[in-house]
């Protein structure tokens, strides 16, 4: 047992970077649900009102994103818009 795959993770500061990223996971999920309630929420109010404009806009804005993949959003936000808007992310969030 003493050659087993679980030594790996207490080996080194594998286990609390395995932790720093948890956290990172939970802080994303978390965020994304507070701003997807709000912002849903905004627009579902919105798409009650009488206005046709702003109901056809939302519900466009809607369309583009039932169809797009989650896939094509991720690579969208995370390569395309920080490179038009000169934004420079760092690949992880832990230091060596």
Known sequence: MAHSGINVLF???NFDR???GLWTS???????????????TIFG??????????????RVYMEI?????????????????PRSLHINWPGSGWQS
Not at 26 to 40: E, F, P, Q, R, T
Not at 65 to 72: E, G
């Open 11 to 13: 080996s080194g500061s």
């Open 65 to 81: 994103f039932r169809i797009l993949p989650s896939v094509v959003l991720l690579y969208l936000v995370y390569y395309i818009l």
């Open 18 to 20: 395995l932790l720093v």
């Open 26 to 40: 939970i802080w994303i999920a978390a965020l994304s649900i507070i701003i997807g309630l709000l912002i849903g």
């Open 45 to 58: 109010v919105l798409r009650t009102m009488p206005n046709k404009i702003i109901r056809c806009i939302l």
